[in-house]
Protein backbone atom coordinates (compact mmCIF):
# COMPACT_ATOMS: atom_id res chain seq x y z
CA UNK A 1 0.00 0.00 0.00
CA UNK A 2 1.59 3.53 -1.31
CA UNK A 3 1.90 5.72 1.62
CA UNK A 4 -0.44 8.79 1.87
CA UNK A 5 0.92 12.00 1.06
CA UNK A 6 1.07 13.58 4.59
CA UNK A 7 3.29 10.74 5.81
CA UNK A 8 5.33 10.50 2.82
CA UNK A 9 6.76 14.08 3.95
CA UNK A 10 6.54 13.61 7.71
CA UNK A 11 8.78 10.56 7.68
CA UNK A 12 12.36 11.96 6.20
CA UNK A 13 12.15 14.76 8.71
CA UNK A 14 10.20 14.45 11.81
CA UNK A 15 10.59 12.13 15.25
CA UNK A 16 8.09 12.26 17.83
CA UNK A 17 9.07 13.87 20.85
CA UNK A 18 8.15 11.83 24.01
CA UNK A 19 4.98 13.75 25.90
CA UNK A 20 5.05 16.48 23.54
CA UNK A 21 1.68 17.55 21.93
CA UNK A 22 3.03 18.51 18.32
CA UNK A 23 5.44 16.31 16.13
CA UNK A 24 8.89 18.18 16.65
CA UNK A 25 12.32 18.13 14.30
CA UNK A 26 14.69 15.37 16.10
CA UNK A 27 18.60 15.62 15.40
CA UNK A 28 18.91 12.93 13.49
CA UNK A 29 22.57 11.62 15.17
CA UNK A 30 22.76 9.73 17.97
CA UNK A 31 21.63 11.43 21.46
CA UNK A 32 24.19 13.26 22.57
CA UNK A 33 26.62 11.98 25.69
CA UNK A 34 26.27 14.15 28.67
CA UNK A 35 26.85 14.04 32.68
CA UNK A 36 24.34 13.93 35.03
CA UNK A 37 24.68 17.95 35.33
CA UNK A 38 24.65 19.79 31.85
CA UNK A 39 23.82 23.23 30.15
CA UNK A 40 21.53 23.66 27.47
CA UNK A 41 22.30 26.90 25.20
CA UNK A 42 19.51 28.88 23.16
CA UNK A 43 19.77 30.66 20.23
CA UNK A 44 17.65 32.71 17.61
CA UNK A 45 20.17 32.32 15.25
CA UNK A 46 23.31 33.44 16.55
CA UNK A 47 22.08 35.55 19.41
CA UNK A 48 21.02 34.15 23.32
CA UNK A 49 17.69 33.80 24.22
CA UNK A 50 16.93 34.86 28.06
CA UNK A 51 14.39 34.24 30.07
CA UNK A 52 12.76 30.80 27.66
CA UNK A 53 11.61 27.63 30.01
CA UNK A 54 13.60 24.67 28.73
CA UNK A 55 12.59 21.24 29.26
CA UNK A 56 14.58 17.96 29.54
CA UNK A 57 11.31 15.12 28.89
CA UNK A 58 12.46 11.86 29.25
CA UNK A 59 9.32 10.49 28.22
CA UNK A 60 7.68 8.40 30.97
CA UNK A 61 5.82 11.20 33.08
CA UNK A 62 9.88 12.62 34.59
CA UNK A 63 10.86 15.91 33.45
CA UNK A 64 13.22 18.71 34.49
CA UNK A 65 12.52 22.20 33.45
CA UNK A 66 15.14 25.52 33.73
CA UNK A 67 14.68 28.98 32.10
CA UNK A 68 18.09 30.47 30.19
CA UNK A 69 20.08 33.41 32.02
CA UNK A 70 21.36 36.64 29.95
CA UNK A 71 23.48 34.17 27.82
CA UNK A 72 20.68 31.98 26.99
CA UNK A 73 22.09 29.58 29.29
CA UNK A 74 19.90 26.85 31.25
CA UNK A 75 21.54 24.43 33.75
CA UNK A 76 20.64 21.09 34.42
CA UNK A 77 21.70 19.44 37.58
CA UNK A 78 21.23 15.88 39.18
CA UNK A 79 19.39 14.72 36.26
CA UNK A 80 18.57 10.91 36.28
CA UNK A 81 20.50 8.61 34.01
CA UNK A 82 18.56 7.74 30.78
CA UNK A 83 17.85 8.93 27.42
CA UNK A 84 15.83 12.48 27.50
CA UNK A 85 14.49 15.37 24.75
CA UNK A 86 15.62 18.67 25.11
CA UNK A 87 13.14 21.36 24.08
CA UNK A 88 11.79 24.85 24.58
CA UNK A 89 8.37 24.74 26.61
CA UNK A 90 6.75 26.51 23.55
CA UNK A 91 7.23 26.83 20.25
CA UNK A 92 5.13 27.06 16.93
CA UNK A 93 5.15 24.62 13.82
CA UNK A 94 7.56 21.75 14.63
CA UNK A 95 10.11 22.52 18.06
CA UNK A 96 13.70 21.76 17.53
CA UNK A 97 14.15 18.93 19.92
CA UNK A 98 17.61 17.38 20.82
CA UNK A 99 17.88 13.91 22.22
CA UNK A 100 20.46 13.51 25.04
CA UNK A 101 21.52 10.34 26.98
CA UNK A 102 22.45 10.87 30.45
CA UNK A 103 25.19 8.70 32.11
CA UNK A 104 27.33 9.44 35.69
CA UNK A 105 30.12 8.58 34.00
CA UNK A 106 29.91 11.33 31.16
CA UNK A 107 31.56 14.70 31.60
CA UNK A 108 29.63 17.29 33.51
CA UNK A 109 28.60 20.49 31.93
CA UNK A 110 28.63 19.85 28.46
CA UNK A 111 26.95 22.49 26.31
CA UNK A 112 23.55 21.47 24.24
CA UNK A 113 23.16 24.07 21.57
CA UNK A 114 19.23 24.65 20.77
CA UNK A 115 17.53 26.43 18.79
CA UNK A 116 14.67 28.57 19.05
CA UNK A 117 11.96 29.38 17.89
CA UNK A 118 11.76 26.84 15.37
CA UNK A 119 10.71 29.21 12.48
CA UNK A 120 10.23 32.64 11.63
CA UNK A 121 7.74 35.23 13.18
CA UNK A 122 4.17 36.34 10.39
CA UNK A 123 5.40 40.26 11.22
CA UNK A 124 2.81 42.95 11.54
CA UNK A 125 1.53 46.42 12.70
CA UNK A 126 -1.14 44.64 14.85
CA UNK A 127 -2.40 41.47 16.61
CA UNK A 128 -5.85 41.08 14.51
CA UNK A 129 -7.22 39.84 11.24
CA UNK A 130 -8.82 36.86 10.19
CA UNK A 131 -8.38 33.37 10.87
CA UNK A 132 -9.47 30.86 8.03
CA UNK A 133 -9.74 26.97 9.68
CA UNK A 134 -8.70 24.57 6.98
CA UNK A 135 -11.51 22.37 7.28
CA UNK A 136 -14.41 24.33 6.96
CA UNK A 137 -16.15 25.37 4.06
CA UNK A 138 -18.65 28.16 3.78
CA UNK A 139 -20.08 30.84 6.50
CA UNK A 140 -20.04 30.34 10.19
CA UNK A 141 -16.65 28.40 10.96
CA UNK A 142 -15.88 27.84 14.23
CA UNK A 143 -15.61 29.82 17.16
CA UNK A 144 -11.81 29.88 18.25
CA UNK A 145 -10.24 31.39 21.77
CA UNK A 146 -7.11 33.58 20.82
CA UNK A 147 -4.61 34.30 24.05
CA UNK A 148 -1.63 36.52 23.19
CA UNK A 149 1.74 34.82 25.71
CA UNK A 150 4.85 36.82 25.81
CA UNK A 151 7.02 35.36 22.81
CA UNK A 152 10.00 33.99 25.60
CA UNK A 153 8.70 33.30 28.80
CA UNK A 154 4.98 31.67 28.23
CA UNK A 155 3.35 34.06 29.77
CA UNK A 156 -0.69 35.39 29.24
CA UNK A 157 -0.96 38.61 28.77
CA UNK A 158 -4.24 38.88 27.00
CA UNK A 159 -7.59 37.02 25.83
CA UNK A 160 -9.94 37.18 22.55
CA UNK A 161 -12.23 35.29 20.30
CA UNK A 162 -12.58 35.46 16.71
CA UNK A 163 -16.16 35.52 15.31
CA UNK A 164 -17.98 33.13 12.41
CA UNK A 165 -15.92 34.59 9.92
CA UNK A 166 -12.91 34.29 11.52
CA UNK A 167 -12.02 37.89 12.52
CA UNK A 168 -10.65 38.79 15.81
CA UNK A 169 -8.76 41.34 17.51
CA UNK A 170 -6.59 41.20 20.58
CA UNK A 171 -6.01 45.12 20.94
CA UNK A 172 -2.81 47.08 21.17
CA UNK A 173 0.38 45.43 22.37
CA UNK A 174 3.96 46.94 22.61
CA UNK A 175 6.51 46.06 19.62
CA UNK A 176 7.95 42.61 20.46
CA UNK A 177 7.85 38.90 19.70
CA UNK A 178 4.32 36.89 20.71
CA UNK A 179 2.53 33.64 20.33
CA UNK A 180 -1.19 33.18 19.68
CA UNK A 181 -2.50 30.26 21.42
CA UNK A 182 -5.20 28.93 19.51
CA UNK A 183 -8.47 26.58 21.11
CA UNK A 184 -11.38 25.77 19.87
CA UNK A 185 -13.84 22.58 19.57
CA UNK A 186 -15.38 22.34 16.11
CA UNK A 187 -17.51 19.25 14.65
CA UNK A 188 -14.23 17.45 13.81
CA UNK A 189 -12.41 17.32 17.45
CA UNK A 190 -10.27 19.56 19.40
CA UNK A 191 -8.18 22.15 17.98
CA UNK A 192 -5.30 23.84 19.77
CA UNK A 193 -1.74 25.26 18.52
CA UNK A 194 0.14 28.44 18.75
CA UNK A 195 1.21 30.77 15.88
CA UNK A 196 4.45 33.11 16.49
CA UNK A 197 3.62 36.96 15.55
CA UNK A 198 6.35 39.55 15.37
CA UNK A 199 4.60 43.06 15.97
CA UNK A 200 6.68 45.70 14.40
CA UNK A 201 5.05 49.32 13.41
CA UNK A 202 7.12 49.45 10.12
CA UNK A 203 5.33 46.13 9.24
CA UNK A 204 4.41 46.06 5.38
CA UNK A 205 0.87 43.99 7.03
CA UNK A 206 -1.25 45.98 9.49
CA UNK A 207 -3.04 42.48 10.48
CA UNK A 208 -2.90 38.75 10.12
CA UNK A 209 -4.45 36.56 6.69
CA UNK A 210 -4.44 32.95 7.99
CA UNK A 211 -4.81 29.60 7.12
CA UNK A 212 -4.77 26.84 9.41
CA UNK A 213 -5.24 22.94 9.26
CA UNK A 214 -4.69 20.57 11.80
CA UNK A 215 -3.07 16.73 11.65
CA UNK A 216 -1.89 14.24 14.03
CA UNK A 217 1.80 16.50 14.33
CA UNK A 218 -0.22 19.61 15.62
CA UNK A 219 -1.24 23.22 14.11
CA UNK A 220 0.09 23.93 10.63
CA UNK A 221 -0.23 27.64 9.30
CA UNK A 222 1.31 30.02 6.64
CA UNK A 223 0.07 32.96 5.84
CA UNK A 224 -2.14 34.03 3.07
CA UNK A 225 -0.96 37.05 1.81
CA UNK A 226 2.23 35.27 1.02
CA UNK A 227 0.54 32.87 -1.38
CA UNK A 228 -0.27 32.91 -4.81
CA UNK A 229 -4.44 33.36 -5.23
CA UNK A 230 -3.94 33.78 -9.12
CA UNK A 231 -7.35 33.26 -10.85
CA UNK A 232 -7.26 29.83 -12.68
CA UNK A 233 -9.20 27.97 -15.58
CA UNK A 234 -11.40 25.02 -15.05
CA UNK A 235 -11.21 22.99 -18.53
CA UNK A 236 -14.06 20.53 -19.25
CA UNK A 237 -11.50 17.62 -18.40
CA UNK A 238 -11.68 19.30 -14.66
CA UNK A 239 -8.48 18.81 -13.30
CA UNK A 240 -5.77 17.00 -11.09
CA UNK A 241 -4.33 17.40 -7.71
CA UNK A 242 -1.10 16.22 -6.44
CA UNK A 243 0.93 16.51 -3.39
CA UNK A 244 4.27 18.22 -3.33
CA UNK A 245 6.18 15.32 -4.94
CA UNK A 246 4.25 15.37 -7.63
CA UNK A 247 2.12 12.20 -6.41
CA UNK A 248 -1.50 11.63 -7.33
CA UNK A 249 -3.49 12.74 -4.35
CA UNK A 250 -6.90 10.84 -3.98
CA UNK A 251 -10.04 11.59 -1.93
CA UNK A 252 -8.92 15.52 -2.06
CA UNK A 253 -12.35 17.25 -1.33
CA UNK A 254 -13.22 20.05 -4.34
CA UNK A 255 -15.28 22.95 -3.23
CA UNK A 256 -17.01 25.42 -5.77
CA UNK A 257 -18.11 28.22 -3.67
CA UNK A 258 -20.18 31.45 -4.58
CA UNK A 259 -18.89 35.22 -3.69
CA UNK A 260 -21.12 34.37 0.10
CA UNK A 261 -19.06 31.62 0.37
CA UNK A 262 -21.67 28.94 -0.05
CA UNK A 263 -21.15 25.50 -2.02
CA UNK A 264 -22.09 25.36 -5.37
CA UNK A 265 -20.64 22.45 -6.66
CA UNK A 266 -18.94 19.44 -4.68
CA UNK A 267 -16.75 16.39 -5.63
CA UNK A 268 -13.22 14.42 -4.98
CA UNK A 269 -10.67 13.58 -6.53
CA UNK A 270 -10.33 9.79 -8.14
CA UNK A 271 -7.54 7.44 -6.85
CA UNK A 272 -5.45 9.41 -10.24
CA UNK A 273 -5.84 12.38 -8.49
CA UNK A 274 -8.70 13.72 -11.13
CA UNK A 275 -11.57 15.55 -10.62
CA UNK A 276 -14.41 17.10 -13.10
CA UNK A 277 -17.38 19.49 -11.87
CA UNK A 278 -20.02 20.22 -14.05
CA UNK A 279 -21.02 23.51 -15.35
CA UNK A 280 -21.79 26.32 -13.31
CA UNK A 281 -24.28 29.70 -13.98
CA UNK A 282 -22.03 32.78 -15.11
CA UNK A 283 -20.22 34.33 -12.20
CA UNK A 284 -17.32 34.82 -9.94
CA UNK A 285 -16.69 31.75 -7.55
CA UNK A 286 -13.56 30.93 -5.23
CA UNK A 287 -12.25 27.05 -6.02
CA UNK A 288 -11.24 25.14 -3.06
CA UNK A 289 -9.19 22.29 -2.65
CA UNK A 290 -8.41 21.07 0.72
CA UNK A 291 -7.48 18.18 2.75
CA UNK A 292 -6.98 17.26 6.36
CA UNK A 293 -3.53 18.37 7.58
CA UNK A 294 -2.67 20.07 4.46
CA UNK A 295 -2.61 24.14 3.55
CA UNK A 296 -5.81 24.29 1.09
CA UNK A 297 -5.79 25.90 -2.50
CA UNK A 298 -8.14 29.03 -2.81
CA UNK A 299 -8.58 30.04 -6.55
CA UNK A 300 -10.27 32.99 -7.97
CA UNK A 301 -12.63 31.38 -10.68
CA UNK A 302 -15.02 33.42 -13.51
CA UNK A 303 -17.44 32.15 -15.97
CA UNK A 304 -19.02 33.09 -18.43
CA UNK A 305 -22.88 31.64 -19.94
CA UNK A 306 -22.78 28.46 -21.87
CA UNK A 307 -19.00 28.53 -22.30
CA UNK A 308 -18.72 27.97 -18.59
CA UNK A 309 -15.27 26.08 -18.77
CA UNK A 310 -13.27 27.13 -21.57
CA UNK A 311 -9.40 26.30 -20.20
CA UNK A 312 -7.99 24.21 -22.88
CA UNK A 313 -4.98 23.68 -20.53
CA UNK A 314 -5.73 21.92 -17.23
CA UNK A 315 -5.43 22.51 -13.88
CA UNK A 316 -3.14 21.73 -12.04
CA UNK A 317 -3.72 21.85 -7.90
CA UNK A 318 -0.59 21.20 -5.59
CA UNK A 319 -1.32 20.70 -1.95
CA UNK A 320 1.53 21.35 0.49
CA UNK A 321 2.13 20.94 4.20
CA UNK A 322 3.25 23.79 6.39
CA UNK A 323 3.64 26.05 3.15
CA UNK A 324 1.39 27.80 0.51
CA UNK A 325 -0.35 25.09 -1.96
CA UNK A 326 -0.29 26.23 -5.29
CA UNK A 327 -3.43 26.02 -8.21
CA UNK A 328 -2.02 26.31 -11.91
CA UNK A 329 -3.55 25.88 -15.44
CA UNK A 330 -0.72 23.33 -16.97
Known amino acids: MRASPLLKLLIPVLGIASQCIACSIVDTASPTRIGTSFRVRAQDGQAPVPG????????DGGSRRAITDKQGMAFFHDVPPGRY??????????????????????PAMVTVPLKWPSQKPVTVRSIGGILHINNHVGPG??????????????????SSHSDESGAFDAGP?????????????????????LILVAVDPAAKRETLDMELTWSSCGLSYVDRTDCDRRDVQIGKAGGYVSDASGASFANANIFLLDSRGVVVQQTRTDIRGDFKLAEAPSG?????????GFISSRSGV???????VPAPSRLHVRLEFGRCSVARND
Do not use: C, M
Open 284 to 292: TYELLVQST
Open 52 to 59: LPVIADSG
Open 141 to 158: QPVLSVEVLEGRSGRKLK
Open 85 to 106: HVHADHDAGFPHSVPVEVSPRE
Open 302 to 308: QIKGEDA
Open 173 to 193: VAPGLYFLNLEGSPRWGQISG
